[in-house]
């Protein structure tokens, strides 16, 4: 598994690989949030969220988007992720989240996700996933 940024003129993206479609979602999760900021505190707060998409480029707009909605309204920043469960493009997912206050930002807040340069796939048994992301 692997992950990594991305730079873009307008936008900050990430970029990650994993086994399956479920750790593919959880890394460009994480690599979202890492995007922003870091911490050592531990979490403190455990939140599920369910999301129903069409399609699977979809679920993965929708999923992340509704992770930086909870971050935004709730003033958290999540640490890990785990998919309870994926069935096609229906997701139930954990998120554990620290404080925002407890956050060194050491990149741009992100505004929104978006389909901008969207890639979801498997190939050779690997799954490849790149997100761009309006600051």
Known sequence: MSRRQLPHTADTGVEAE????RRLIVELAL??????????AEPVEEVTVVVESET???LIVDVLS???????????HFTSFDVESLDGSNIRMHGSAVPLSLVEMTGPSIKAVTYH???VGEEG???HGRVYFDV
Do not use: C, H, K, Y
């Open 18 to 21: 994993a086994p399956n479609l």
């Open 31 to 40: 690599a979202m949030f890492e995007s922003m900021g870091e911490t050592a």
């Open 56 to 58: 699977i480029e979809d």
């Open 66 to 76: 509704e992770w930086l909605f909870i971050a935004e309204t709730r003033e958290l």
């Open 117 to 119: 340069g969207l890639v």
């Open 125 to 127: 048994g690997q799954w």
